[in-house]
Nanobody
């Protein structure tokens, strides 16, 4: 049974940084297609970044150059490292598992079958 647990969110000032975690059980995160998504209040859930099983990573234009993805294989945990945060980055952030070696940044979100619990990120002065 796949389980994903998100953590690491919080309140940060504009220009600050946060590291979100996605800890997995029931699958090998390092060899899976994993997506990161966010949902702001009153808006639909949107893609942010994703990582394929070959360690390729992809980011939307909105976060390219500011967000990166890393892995701790021993902990079976993936990290979304966010820098230069803006108020527009405020949202609940989720990781999600796609039963494929490759992630998909703009494909249907229904392809992601298991979702983390989400973690709130608030960027505000």
């Amino acid at each position: 049974q796949v389980q994903l647990v998100n953590s690491g969110g919080g309140l940060v000032q504009p220009g600050g940084s946060l590291v979100l975690s996605c800890q997995a059980s029931g699958l090998n995160l390092d060899r899976a297609g994993i997506g990161w998504f966010r949902q702001a209040p009153g808006k639909e859930r949107r893609p942010v970044s994703c990582r394929s099983g070959d360690a390729s990573t992809y980011h939307t234009d909105r976060v390219e150059g500011r967000f990166t993805i890393s892995m701790d294989k021993d902990k079976n945990t993936m990290y979304l490292q966010m820098t230069q945060l803006k108020p527009a980055d405020t949202a609940v952030y989720y990781c999600a598992y796609r039963s494929s070696f490759y992630c998909s940044l703009y494909g249907p979100q229904t392809a992601y079958t298991d979702w983390g619990n989400g973690t709130q990120v608030t960027v505000s002065a």
